[in-house]
Antibody, heavy 122, light 107 residues
Framework: EVQLVQSGAEVKKPGESLKISCKGS????????IAWVRQMPGKGLEWMGI????????TYSPSFQGQVTISADKSISTAYLQWSSLKASDTAMYYC???????????????WGQGTLVTVSS | AIQMTQSPSSLSASVGDRVTITCRAS??????LGWYQQKPGKAPKLLIY???SLQSGVPSRFSGSGSGTDFTLTISSLQPEDFATYYC?????????FGQGTKLEIK
């Protein structure tokens, strides 16, 4: 079974650093792009960025460029999302999702991780 | 960046109703659009990819159509388990972008 399992909920203080993870199983992790998506409390989905674990090529949404770092370690089939200095406004649920590519241009995101809730509060 | 405008933002309907949700892209995106369903406290779930292809295991009452800038998700006969929030996502170019979501509620 193809699945993505994310790390557990985190409670942090403003200014602290954090790295959350997304571990893939049931497929060749290196060969599929992994995206990160934010969902602030009671709000919609926001696409943050994407990484190809095979060579760690990453692209960010301008809204998140410089605010977070997306990385991957293909040797342990894990992608990461990290912050160097958290803000209260980073409080949200974060999802990872695998991009499936079919042919030249058809893509979709499936499966999704279960989500990691990050709470930043003093 | 491509903006996705989804409507309506909320919709009340009854079991058995036919409902349609639309997404409009700020520029042409061919058929590079997916539809996702999200239930409270759960991760999004893929319904439709490539604008009109039904994901394996998704009931056939769900269908998608459109190309270019205008897209629709149709549920032909609402079932109780369909009450959820629906999002479109353009995967034509980076940065990918979601619509604002449509919350489908029971009338």
């Amino acid at each position: 079974e193809v699945q993505l399992v994310q790390s557990g909920a985190e409670v942090k203080k403003p200014g602290e650093s954090l790295k959350i993870s997304c571990k893939g199983s049931g497929y060749n992790f290196s060969n599929y792009w992994i995206a990160w998506v934010r969902q602030m409390p009671g709000k919609g989905l926001e696409w943050m960025g994407i990484i190809y674990p095979g060579d760690s090529d990453a692209t960010y949404s301008p809204s998140f460029q410089g605010q977070v770092t997306i990385s991957a370690d293909k040797s342990i089939s894990t992608a990461y999302l990290q912050w160097s200095s958290l803000k209260a406004s980073d409080t949200a649920m974060y999802y990872c999702a695998r991009r499936h590519d079919y042919g030249d241009s058809i893509n979709w995101f499936d499966p999704w991780g279960q989500g990691t809730l990050v709470t930043v509060s003093s | 960046a491509i903006q996705m405008t989804q409507s309506p933002s909320s919709l009340s309907a009854s079991v058995g109703d036919r409902v349609t949700i639309t997404c409009r892209a700020s520029q042409g995106i061919r058929n590079d659009l997916g539809w996702y369903q999200q239930k409270p406290g759960k991760a999004p779930k893929l319904l439709i990819y490539g604008a009109s292809s039904l994901q394996s295991g998704v009931p056939s009452r769900f269908s998608g159509s459109g190309s270019g800038t205008d897209f629709t998700l149709t549920i032909s006969s609402l079932q109780p388990e369909d009450f959820a929030t629906y999002y479109c996502l353009q995967d034509y170019n980076y940065p990918y972008s979601f619509g604002q979501g449509t919350k489908l509620e029971i009338k």
